[in-house]
């Protein structure tokens, strides 16, 4: 078989360049390029955008839109990263481990990956409120602490321009107080809940990681800990990327306290299910850059040309 041709339209951003790490190391896939000084070329991209087998569009969101306008090639297969489409009937969302859609994943031309976050909720919640036991109306509110990689180039230059002072303050700030984050259409468009949770994220002073977690009660729920433990396991078994941990397992604690980075450099991403009594805490880890942005994309190009989806990627 001939190697897939793959361009990365915004190649030079966080996504597009740990997106362009993988496919460098990819044994099926040759990158096409284009030098950095041209890299908003419109004539040069609509060439580049036409003639790759898969384009990957890491921009925002409205450079996305027109990067699609741009593609006339019925046979091109996109994979955008932006939040441009995520919730348009018409592309696929690019979680291949929720039930039903690795199928529509594997003929579909246009792929909306998902948000770092929404990676997390999703896959936590996605399966329970299926399995009846989250009911769809749950009044639901989302945590989730990341590494400041998450905001791209232009966080990550604040960031690090900070003095020890600003650190300091930075160390751990909720953002998104507006209680209007730009991915609450995705969490409830895939979820299936009837209202969008209340999601206020932290941003650490750490450049990569991430936890994202949702409290239940079981009195508001239909089911246990264990049946949610039991469900999770049933969905994910056999799914490389996917590890769930034991109800209640503290092994991956250090002196009480869960690292956010655990995941870091890799497509992984962990489940935790943790109670007491009445009480419930589910808990996904991951990479921001990885499962949540870049390694999902090229997991998303497996499944799409029929690889084997752990290809390029590390578990
Ligand atoms: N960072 C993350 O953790 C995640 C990001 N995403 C999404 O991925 C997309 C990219 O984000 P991220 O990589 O963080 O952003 P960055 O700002 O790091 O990178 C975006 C890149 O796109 C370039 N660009 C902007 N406009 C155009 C254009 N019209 N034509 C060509 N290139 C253009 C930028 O160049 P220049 O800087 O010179 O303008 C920059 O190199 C966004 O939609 C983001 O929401 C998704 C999941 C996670
Ligand atoms: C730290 C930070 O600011 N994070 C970004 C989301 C990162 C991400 O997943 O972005 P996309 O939706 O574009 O995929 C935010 O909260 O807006």
């Avoid at 935790?272 to 009480?279: A, K, L, P, W, Y």
Wanted: hydrophobic letters at 40%; glycine letters at 8%.
């Amino acid at each position: 078989m001939s190697k897939i041709t793959a361009y990365i339209d915004g190649q030079y951003g966080t996504t597009g360049l740990q997106i362009h790490q993988r496919l460098a190391d990819h044994p099926d896939v040759d990158i096409l390029s284009i030098p950095e000084a041209q890299k908003k070329d419109p004539a040069l991209r609509r060439e580049f955008l036409n003639k790759a087998d898969v384009v990957f569009l890491c921009l925002p969101d409205d450079a996305s839109r027109e990067a699609v306008r741009l593609i006339d090639n019925p046979e091109t297969v996109i994979i955008d990263a932006s939040t441009a489409f995520r919730v348009d009937p018409k592309w696929v969302y690019g979680v291949p481990e929720l039930p039903g859609y690795r199928s529509r994943l594997q003929t579909s031309n246009r792929i909306a990956n998902p948000g770092c976050y929404p990676t997390g909720m999703t896959m936590l919640v996605a399966p329970l409120v299926k399995a009846g036991i989250v009911p769809k109306d749950y009044a639901m509110t989302v945590q989730a602490i990341t590494g400041y990689s998450g905001g791209g180039k232009a966080m990550i230059a604040d960031y690090q321009a900070m003095d020890d002072s600003q650190r300091q303050r930075a160390a751990a700030r909720f953002k998104n107080l507006d209680l209007n984050h730009k991915h609450l259409p995705e969490m409830t468009n895939v979820t299936g809940l009837s209202h969008a949770p209340v999601f206020v994220p932290t941003v650490a002073h750490v450049e990569q990681g991430m936890l994202v977690s949702i409290a239940l009660h079981e009195h508001a729920i239909h089911g246990s800990a264990e049946q949610i433990h039991t469900t999770l396991a049933e969905t994910y078994t056999g799914e490389p990327f996917v590890t769930l941990f034991p109800l209640n397992d503290e092994s991956q604690l250090d002196e009480g306290f869960l690292d956010p980075t655990a995941c870091n450099g890799t497509n992984r991403i962990e489940l935790f299910v943790f109670s007491s009594e009445d009480r419930v805490y589910l808990v996904a880890r991951l990479d921001n850059l990885g499962k949540g942005a870049s390694g999902a994309a090229v997991q998303n190009m497996n499944c799409r040309f029929g690889l084997t989806e752990t290809t390029g990627l590390t578990q």
